[in-house]
């Protein structure tokens, strides 16, 4: 990305520059990623682009590049975070888009969740 912006009512800006803190699980020039605080699997974590953009739905064609590393990176944090390996074990992402599409954070961010879920083994 090409210019960072920050909107410092955004508390995942505040996340990103440091002004909130958060466990951290990567972090390069255009992406942060963070474990979420109400996880929702033994691994849950949050990968937001360092650039504010408010959902999914703002995404443009020149928003790719980063967006794609987001997807490269996810697998690879997944299993460094404790997800096992595909095909037994495996991991789930998630991008909540407005209101209506359950996003409560209006700066797009990617949910990775999965882990070891014993209950599920019959």
């Not at 074990?89 to 888009?97: L, P």
Request: charged share 20%; aromatic share 8%; hydrophobic share 40%.
């Amino acid at each position: 990305m090409s210019s960072v912006s920050h909107d410092p009512q955004c508390i995942f800006c505040k996340i990103i520059a440091g002004e909130i803190p958060s466990k951290k699980v990567y972090e390069d020039e255009d992406i942060f990623a963070f474990h979420d605080i109400n996880p929702w699997a033994p691994v849950h974590f949050l990968m937001v682009p360092k650039r504010h953009i408010a959902s999914m739905a703002q995404v443009q064609a020149s928003d790719a590049p980063w967006l794609g590393k987001i997807m490269a990176k996810a697998p690879e944090l997944a299993l460094q975070m404790g997800c096992n390996p595909y095909p037994e074990g495996g991991f789930r992402i998630v991008v909540n888009t407005g209101e209506e599409g359950g996003q409560e954070v209006h700066h797009l961010h990617v949910h990775v969740m999965g882990g070891p879920r014993p209950w599920l083994k019959g």
